[in-house]
């Protein structure tokens, strides 16, 4: 068990809600708290809404908590705010682990690659529409038949989830995601904390040259590849991300786990 705090920011889950598995790794820690993404993302329903604004509510939200020298565990949009974050209010927070952070494209990659269909599958996914969703998820890379998980994701869409979806769309569609990720983008280098990042090898959304771009703008950084896995790797890998991730709190940056772990390949920072 890790003595530091654990702080989880969820990700495109159903209703935009935690699960089990992000209390999960809460369970990890010592202490901890689960953040909650739709109430934060309707928060931000100003008429822009930013990512400035999903990042102060996210401060504010760690802020009540009362937690310091925290853990912050956050995949996909959320893993990208986490890292403005440790950005802009770095005193309670001493090292992210993030899930495949959207919107940071090696300039190689070409612009603005991955943002619209990323902004379509958010609306289909939180669109209530089982077929929409379905649509979604396999576009998401989820392998297999995905009926049943498109009918988890689409019965969990009420009202709060719905307006906190559109929210996630417009700030996805507008770019919001791939300007903090983009080179000219005034954030990264001054996250001074230790990140450790976990990818899909078959992300589609946040493609794996993303990943090694990330990494070489970090100052301490070090990254895992899963294979076989998409960009819902919290979902897809299960339990086994609930291991890995806990054998992460129990170590560092420099010591974290490497091609020694089953299922995963490392490279290096």
């Known amino acids: 068990m890790s003595t530091r705090p654990v702080v989880v920011l969820p990700g495109l889950t159903p209703g935009l809600a935690a699960t089990r598995t992000h209390a999960q790794l809460v369970e990890t820690s010592s202490a901890g708290a689960v953040l909650d993404p739709a109430g934060l993302l309707a928060g931000a329903a100003t008429s822009s809404p930013t990512l400035d ?11 009540q908590t009362g937690l310091d020298d925290v853990t912050v565990v956050a995949e996909s949009f959320a893993a990208t705010a986490a890292l403005r974050l440790a950005a ?21 990659s070409g612009p603005g690659r991955g943002r619209a269909s990323l902004s379509d599958i958010a609306s289909s996914l939180y669109s209530g529409d089982p077929d929409r969703t379905r649509t979604a998820l396999i576009a998401l890379g989820v392998p297999g038949d995905v009926t049943a998980l498109a009918g988890e994701y689409s019965s969990a869409v009420d ?23 983009s080179a000219e983008g005034d954030g990264l280098r001054e996250v001074r904390k230790p990140v450790n990042l976990i990818w899909g090898r078959d992300d589609v959304c946040a493609p794996l040259d993303s990943a090694f771009y990330l990494e070489r703008r970090l100052r301490e950084a ?48």
């Open 53 to 63: 604004t999903f990042v102060e509510g996210i401060a504010a939200e760690l802020e």
């Open 88 to 108: 802009t209010h770095p005193d309670r927070i001493t090292e992210l682990v993030l899930i495949a952070p959207i919107g940071f494209v090696s300039p190689l």
């Open 159 to 181: 009202d709060r989830a719905r307006e906190a979806g559109g929210v996630l769309t417009s700030m996805i569609g507008s770019g919001e995601f791939d300007r903090a990720g």
């Open 222 to 269: 070090q990254l895992r590849v899963v294979p076989n896995v998409g960009h819902l790797l919290l979902r897809q890998w299960g339990p086994e991300t609930v291991r890995f991730i806990g054998a992460v709190l129990r170590t560092d940056v420099a010591t974290a786990p490497g091609r020694d772990q089953p299922l995963v390949e490392t490279k290096g920072a």
